[in-house]
């Protein structure tokens, strides 16, 4: 298969952005359907209205460059720019996620209607990877709650189990002979950490619909746990009575648990959580920062668990 990467496509061929963008929206006005067969199949870039939120940091975002170029999805790869270079591949519209298990009301829901129907935010939060680096990221989203109150889960309902598309047509990193992740990518959540009001679904980032490579056109976001339960590109959210699968727990457990709460008193077994690189602040004499208990987030979410051993339940 022919993947180009940016190192083969010459400067010349790269469109700035604003000259991009206006095409993009004349081809969609102008052209209109005739022409929607030879477009991508994406969200457009749209712009996003959303409502400034209190649980925001005031610390200075990561540059957009940043957050939309160095990123994990290992569908499209296990290197840090193989997503932006490859995710272009994924066809997030049509999109629909389905939402189903122990619930009175049971959905499928069209993306665009699901963002058209929600009270959206940006939330700019701290973001942290458990490999030892964070960003500062503007999402836009709204609460997983909403999400949750509108199917109406059951009493017996206990956790949550999301899922990533499965799309091996569209996601070079899946065709390995050699994988590195069971596919699909699934994570899960404790109902409470579900609905804590710090847990959105985001749509996009710096005011615009998510670009591919964030996980289009929805994903996860839980600020106080590592990056990896930020579940990209959802298809599936399933209400169920038992603590679900996660696909870092099934590929190396003694590394990855399911609460994945950032901790620093608790290394990983190959290296330590104690601090972290914030990524954009350059030079090679910069300091790593120290890594907070729950992300900095204790305050708003430590109460989930209390009187847990958070060295057992890592
Ligand atoms: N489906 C899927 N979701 C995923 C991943 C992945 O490989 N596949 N990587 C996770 C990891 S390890 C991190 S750190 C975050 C990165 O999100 P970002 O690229 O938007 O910063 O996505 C998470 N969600
Ligand atoms: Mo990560």
């Known amino acids: 298969m022919l993947i180009r990467r940016p190192s083969d496509i010459a400067p010349s061929e790269i469109t700035p952005r604003e000259v991009y963008l206006n095409r993009r929206q004349w081809m969609a006005g102008a052209a209109g359907l005739a022409l929607a067969g030879a477009l991508p199949f994406r969200l457009e870039a749209a712009p996003l209205t ?18 939309t170029s160095y990123n994990n999805f290992y569908e499209f790869g296990t290197g840090k720019d193989d997503p932006a270079a490859r995710a272009k591949s994924l066809k997030t519209s049509p999109w629909t996620v389905k939402v189903d298990g ?19 935010e940006e939330r700019i939060y701290r973001m942290r990877c458990v490999e030892g680096w964070s960003m500062v990221i503007p999402w836009v989203g709204f609460p997983m709650a909403d999400l949750v109150k509108r199917v109406e889960p059951l009493g017996s309902a206990k956790y949550v189990a999301f899922e990533t598309a499965y799309r091996p ?8 002979v050699f994988p590195v992740l069971d596919w699909p990518y699934v994570e899960g959540l404790r109902l409470d950490e579900a609905m804590h009001p710090l847990t959105i679904l985001a749509v996009g980032l710096y005011g615009e619909t998510l670009p591919n490579q964030n996980g289009a056109p929805i994903r996860l976001v839980v600020p106080w746990k590592y990056g990896f339960k930020g579940i990209k590109s959802i298809t599936r959210i399933s209400f169920v009575e038992k603590q679900p699968e996660t696909s870092w727990n099934k590929q190396a457990p003694d590394e990855y648990g399911f609460y994945a709460n950032v901790n620093p008193n608790v290394d990983h077994p190959r290296w330590s959580q104690a601090t972290e690189r914030r990524i954009g602040e350059g030079g090679l004499f910069v300091k790593r920062r120290p890594t907070l208990p729950f992300n900095g987030y204790a305050d708003q979410v430590a109460s989930l668990y209390a009187g847990m051993d958070l060295r057992k339940f890592y």
């Open 50 to 67: 959303a409502a400034k939120s209190a649980f925001s940091t005031d610390e200075k975002p990561t540059s957009r460059e940043d957050v």
């Open 102 to 120: 122990l619930v009175g009301k049971p959905a499928e829901f069209g993306i665009e209607d699901l963002i058209k129907s929600s009270a959206l």
């Open 169 to 176: 047509e569209e996601m070079p990193g899946v065709q390995s």
